[in-house]
């Protein structure tokens, strides 16, 4: 089936997110655990992953003990503050969860969340920063039934690369900690419902690994890695044999593992099997 270029898009996604907890010193971070924690113990935070909504402005958090206070610092990709507020959650039992909320100030992609939880012992933090990266790229038109990257499309892709290079750099440059040591770019292809389930799955990876080869022969300094999904992550839902052109589009994803990159791509009646490009 045909692919027709659609409008460039953006997107920021941090539904899985990497933790990094800290303590007073003489009281270590760990797992959260059931019930509540004895008197004098660490208090322990854990974050459930899935229940990280930036859309809405809020997460869900669990603690070891009952805390007085949980305060939320929000940082956009910029550096600015865009949120930095205290909820009140004393009358709250531990260890159920508590759902945090923030109104954001601006639009800006969020680039850190500080989480503080404040008790009768001190205060201990966790912070959220986003490994699950979406490069906005305007998409290679392949002819019906085709994988072949046309030289026309070439432009695309290399306007692509540079966007890859770029935030792989900036991603680098901001990781002090180490977080993103196993960085991969992940190529996500798709289509819309015309045709067998089978078939698009197949003319999907084949468009995907495609791609997937023209970055690593261009160059990215990470691994590469594809999938195609066929009609299993439409972008518009609609019935049975529609042509959408909103379908029809392949994912640049930045991520440390193929559990994060496939993560924001919310599959029917398919698991992704990622593969290395020959």
Same mark, same amino acid.
């Given at each position: 089936?045909?692919?027709?270029?659609?409008? /460039?898009?953006?997107?920021?996604?941090?539904?899985?997110?990497?933790?990094?907890?800290?303590?007073?010193?003489?009281?270590?971070?760990?797992?959260?655990? #059931?019930?509540?924690?004895?008197?004098?113990?660490?208090?322990?935070?854990?974050?459930?992953?899935?229940?990280?909504?930036?859309?809405?402005?809020?997460?869900?958090?669990?603690?070891?003990?009952?805390?007085?206070?949980?305060?939320? #610092?929000?940082?956009?990709?910029?550096?600015?503050?865009?949120?930095?507020?205290?909820?009140?959650?004393?009358?709250? /039992?531990?260890?159920?969860?508590?759902?945090?909320?923030?109104?954001?100030?601006?639009?800006? /992609?969020?680039?850190?969340?500080?989480?503080?939880?404040?008790?009768?012992?001190?205060?201990?933090?966790?912070?959220?920063? /986003?490994?699950?990266?979406?490069?906005?790229?305007?998409?290679?038109?392949?002819?019906?039934?085709?994988?072949?990257?046309?030289?026309?499309?070439?432009?695309?892709?290399?306007?692509?690369?540079?966007?890859?290079?770029?935030?792989?750099?900036?991603?680098?440059?901001?990781?002090?900690?180490?977080?993103?040591?196993?960085?991969?770019?992940?190529?996500?292809?798709?289509?819309?419902?015309?045709?067998?389930?089978?078939?698009?799955?197949?003319?999907? #990876?084949?468009?995907?690994?495609?791609?997937?080869?023209?970055? #690593?022969?261009?160059?990215?300094?990470?691994?590469?890695?594809?999938?195609?999904?066929?009609?299993?992550?439409?972008?518009?839902?609609?019935?049975?044999?529609?042509?959408?052109?909103?379908?029809?589009?392949?994912?640049?994803?930045?991520?440390?593992?193929?559990?994060?990159?496939?993560?924001?791509?919310?599959?029917?009646?398919?698991?992704?099997?990622?593969?290395?490009?020959?």
């Amino acid at each position: 089936m045909p692919t027709t270029p659609r409008f /460039p898009y953006a997107a920021l996604s941090l539904s899985l997110l990497s933790l990094l907890a800290w303590s007073p010193p003489g009281l270590g971070a760990g797992k959260a655990k #059931r019930g509540a924690a004895p008197a004098g113990s660490p208090l322990e935070i854990s974050v459930d992953r899935s229940k990280v909504d930036l859309k809405a402005h809020r997460l869900e958090i669990k603690l070891s003990r009952k805390p007085s206070k949980v305060s939320i #610092r929000v940082e956009a990709e910029s550096g600015a503050v865009i949120a930095e507020e205290e909820q009140d959650f004393s009358e709250r /039992p531990a260890p159920s969860p508590l759902v945090v909320t923030w109104t954001p100030s601006s639009d800006e /992609p969020v680039e850190k969340i500080e989480v503080r939880a404040i008790d009768a012992l001190g205060s201990y933090t966790v912070t959220l920063t /986003p490994y699950n990266f979406t490069i906005e790229h305007e998409d290679v038109n392949f002819k019906t039934g085709s994988a072949v990257i046309e030289d026309s499309e070439a432009p695309k892709l290399e306007a692509a690369h540079a966007k890859i290079l770029a935030k792989v750099a900036a991603i680098r440059a901001k990781d002090i900690n180490h977080q993103h040591r196993n960085l991969t770019l992940f190529i996500a292809g798709h289509t819309d419902t015309v045709g067998a389930f089978d078939y698009n799955i197949g003319l999907s #990876r084949e468009r995907a690994s495609a791609i997937a080869a023209w970055f #690593r022969k261009r160059g990215v300094p990470l691994p590469v890695a594809y999938e195609g999904f066929g009609e299993s992550s439409l972008r518009v839902a609609t019935a049975d044999q529609v042509d959408e052109p909103r379908n029809r589009r392949v994912d640049y994803i930045i991520a440390d593992d193929p559990a994060s990159a496939s993560s924001i791509l919310k599959t029917t009646g398919f698991r992704p099997s990622w593969k290395r490009p020959n």
